[in-house]
């Protein structure tokens, strides 16, 4: 009996212990992230035209920045970047109304859509573009990239409704 006892205890201290290094980690995690939160709030979102030659003031309410039309450089990671007439990236121009045989999309989003850190022809808009175009060939397929580096739901809805729909996507 006695030693059925001293295992209980042991399983109960040991439960103990256990319980209190998780309290003490479970609370530095909280301190951590509050600490790196309050860094973040007062630090704010860097301004991306101090450092980024490739965007521009927006004059569109909602919109801070967006991509500069007609930009030709290289991007911060090194890979080429080119946006037509409009600010999109894109190695082309689109009409304001699209061809009869065309079907269009605009796409918005942040740096995944935009293609932030691979070569235009790598990024997903246009791999889709080319996907559906090789699969139809009696409806062509295009695909408009409003994606923005840094946009946020909200951004990429204010681009969809005073930018995109004047190239009217199907």
């Known amino acids: 009996f006695n030693r059925a006892q001293a295992h209980l205890r042991f399983a109960i201290q040991v439960c103990k212990l256990f319980l209190f290094h ?15 939160e309050c860094i973040l709030i007062l630090g704010g979102d860097p301004n991306r035209l101090d450092y980024d030659p490739s965007y521009r003031s927006s004059k569109i309410p909602g919109l801070s920045y967006e991509l500069k039309p007609n930009f030709q450089g290289i991007e911060r990671y090194g890979r080429k970047l080119r946006t037509n ?7 082309r121009e689109f009409t304001q109304e699209p061809a009869l045989n065309v079907y269009r999309i605009a796409i918005a989003g942040d ?7 691979v070569e235009y022809e790598h990024n997903y808009p246009f791999a889709l573009e080319k996907m559906l175009n090789e699969s139809d060939t009696e409806t062509r397929t295009e695909i408009m990239n409003y994606g923005v580096t840094g946009y946020n739901v909200n951004k990429m809805l204010i681009t969809l409704r005073e930018k995109a729909i004047r190239l009217r996507p199907n």
């Open 111 to 117: 740096s995944f859509t935009f293609g932030h850190g």
């Open 22 to 36: 998780s309290a003490i980690a479970a609370a530095f995690i909280i301190v951590l992230t509050g600490i790196i």
């Open 85 to 91: 007439s409009l600010g999109i990236r894109s190695n």
